[in-house]
């Protein structure tokens, strides 16, 4: 559900370009890394993948969870909680272990979350966390 509406609504709010090599496409399962660099990352990563026929498992911060409405929705689409700094955070790893194997790919953000800005504007990508090694 969450990759049709963003499928959906990206094109809405600006032109969405998909450019790969010919004949390359990311193989299921797969893990696929983004950087975060803007609250529209996840949309417009979404939106491009869908178009490679690609619903991945995301990995991302626990507090979506508690977001009435789209917390429901990320429980059912089986995306994994990642709790930070706690000791429940490498519970997130042993989910995208399973949803591996079960042939899902798993999309996770390098940065480990979003750069610190006053404005809506887009960041340079951060630092990548040794957790996507």
């Known amino acids: 559900m969450l990759s049709r509406i963003a499928a959906a609504l990206v094109p809405a709010f600006g032109r969405l370009t998909v450019t790969a090599d ?3 496409r990311p193989a299921a399962p797969s893990i696929l890394v983004a950087n975060h660099t803007s609250l529209a990352d996840p949309a417009v990563v979404v939106a491009a993948l ?3 026929g690609i619903e991945p498992v995301i990995l991302a911060t626990g507090g979506l969870w508690r977001v009435p409405l789209l917390g429901s929705a990320l429980r059912r689409e ?3 909680a990642v709790h930070r700094g706690t000791a429940r955070a490498a519970d997130s ?3 995208a272990a399973v949803a591996l194997a079960s042939g899902r790919s798993v999309l ?3 940065e480990g979350g979003l750069p610190s800005r006053r404005d809506a504007g887009e960041s340079a990508p951060g630092p990548f966390r040794s957790g996507l090694a």
């Open 78 to 80: 089986g995306h994994i």
């Open 50 to 52: 869908r178009r490679y």
């Open 93 to 95: 790893l042993d989910a």
């Open 22 to 24: 010919p004949g390359a």
């Open 108 to 110: 996770l953000y390098g």
